[in-house]
């Protein structure tokens, strides 16, 4: 490989000056450009954006994908520029292996039978869950990503330059400035041979050494070298006939260059700031689009966690209606199971015997049926709740789960979150119970209720 030396000492040059003068702006050495206040308030608004949009892009990460060697997998897949493989969602599995305990256990049992549906509804669950998040990674999370790898490296790469130009700048500064402050002192001294060192300080540029005479341009930073280059031109123009000039007439051609090197890092500093600028009010349209973004995001977490709540309704729909499949007095769903009461307890008992597992669990009552002739108990179809007396004891609270429309005039419409009295009677299905509101009285689901001490 073909090295350019030369630049490669150059480049390393001006970065050892510029961190000098970096250094000594920090420590109040060196004078410093100032940036307006609206161009301050700009780098803060860019800084604080691509910070938090650092910050929201992770965690929404983790949301999508709690797996962190998941999110590792996908982050290589990405860079390697290659596609993601498809990975079944977590309900998706346990759907899964619910059909095959299902087909294991037997699918017309009843154990069978409810595997099979509660695995319908966590494929179900699954599909929505893939689905959202692959509408978020599209709608929200690329376009924060966009935006880090895309406008933020333009908007970093082009604040060094203007760091650059801004270092370089002040180098100008002072360098006219000690230049006017070595002719002042050369004027009053009389004629001397001038030491540019004292107005090139150490982070000096030659930027613009073609203007000046090839000797005094390339003057070492050696004292002896430097010296012998001053003679040297001095006995060049000697011999063309020509006498050498004073030293304030060497401080002023040194001060003419100083001005006109400032004027040029003066024009690329302003250039650079106006680029800079432009990019950094562009901030504004990123949290426009951003804005936009998390609406969609918003709309599809909204949908998702819909769809969730119906199918989850459903499947609680369909527990219910298989309730009377099961053996008798069994409850399928609370975590701590209660042995139900003999068939001669009295409801007393049985109420107190439903509230064993705690108040906030909802349970179902087993009432015991009627002593009396087979059939003579009193059917849910035949059942007139307008002229049921509710029993002496055994009434209890509820809280309504969820909003229900009654069916026919034996029924009672519920609203969610409302508070009602239950109670259940003789030969009733267990399924149902008779509910009071006020003066309205009608039979309600079991699984619509949480009920209460």
């Given amino acids: ?73 996908e982050f290589l897949y990405e860079k390697l520029d290659r596609k993601v493989p498809s990975r079944v969602t977590n309900g998706e599995l346990l759907a899964q292996y619910m059909t095959e305990a299902a087909n294991d256990f037997g699918p017309t049992s009843p154990y069978g039978k409810t595997l099979i549906k509660v695995g319908e509804t966590e494929r179900r669950l699954g599909g929505a869950e893939r689905d959202f998040i692959h509408s978020s990674s599209i709608n929200f999370l690329n376009p924060l990503r966009n935006f880090l790898e895309g406008d933020w490296r333009t908007i970093s790469k082009e604040r060094r330059i203007l760091q650059n130009r801004r270092l370089d700048l002040d180098a100008c500064k002072a360098r006219l400035k000690k230049a006017k402050a070595a002719e002042a002192k050369a004027a009053c001294e009389g004629d001397a041979v001038p030491d540019f060192n004292e107005t090139r300080p150490r982070n000096y540029i030659l930027s613009a050494s073609a203007s000046a005479p090839p000797c005094l341009a390339s003057i070492s930073m050696n004292p002896l070298v430097r010296a012998a280059s001053v003679l040297e031109w001095a006995g060049r123009r000697a011999c063309c006939g020509k006498e050498m000039p004073k030293a304030p007439l060497l401080w002023s051609d040194e001060v003419e260059k100083a001005e006109h090197e400032l004027r040029v890092a ?94 906030a669990v909802p349970t179902i009552p087993v009432v015991p049926t009627a002593v009396g002739a087979p059939g003579s108990a009193p059917s849910v179809e035949a059942l007139n709740a307008s002229d049921v007396k509710p029993p002496a004891s055994g009434t209890r609270k509820a809280r309504v789960l969820y909003d229900y429309e009654a069916a026919d005039s034996s029924e009672l419409s519920l609203l969610s979150d409302e508070m009602i009295t239950v109670y259940s009677l003789p030969g009733m299905d267990p399924d149902w119970l008779v509910g009071e509101r006020g003066n309205q009285k009608g039979k309600v689901p079991v699984t619509y209720l949480e009920l209460l001490s």
């Fill in 1 to 73: 490989m073909d090295f350019n030396m030369k630049k490669l000492a150059s480049d390393a040059g001006v970065f050892f000056t510029r961190a000098v003068q970096f250094t000594e702006e920090k420590l109040g050495q060196a004078e410093k450009t100032e940036l307006d206040a609206h161009f301050e308030n700009l780098l803060v608004r860019a800084d604080n954006t691509k910070n938090w949009t650092e910050k929201i892009l992770r965690q929404t990460e983790v949301l999508l994908q709690p797996n962190p060697s998941a999110r590792v997998e």
């Fill in 266 to 359: 003066q024009t690329e500093f302003d250039r650079q700031a106006e680029v800079t600028r432009l990019l950094l009010e562009g901030i504004s349209s990123t949290h426009v689009n951003h804005l936009r973004c998390l609406h969609e995001f918003a709309e599809a977490q909204t949908t998702y966690y819909a769809q969730c709540y119906q199918y989850m309704l459903d499947l609680q729909k369909q527990l219910g209606n298989s309730r009377g499949e099961m053996l008798p007095g069994t409850f399928v769903g609370n975590a701590e199971s209660v042995s139900p009461p003999p068939d001669n307890a009295s409801p007393t008992v049985a109420a107190a015997a439903s509230s064993v597992a705690g108040p």
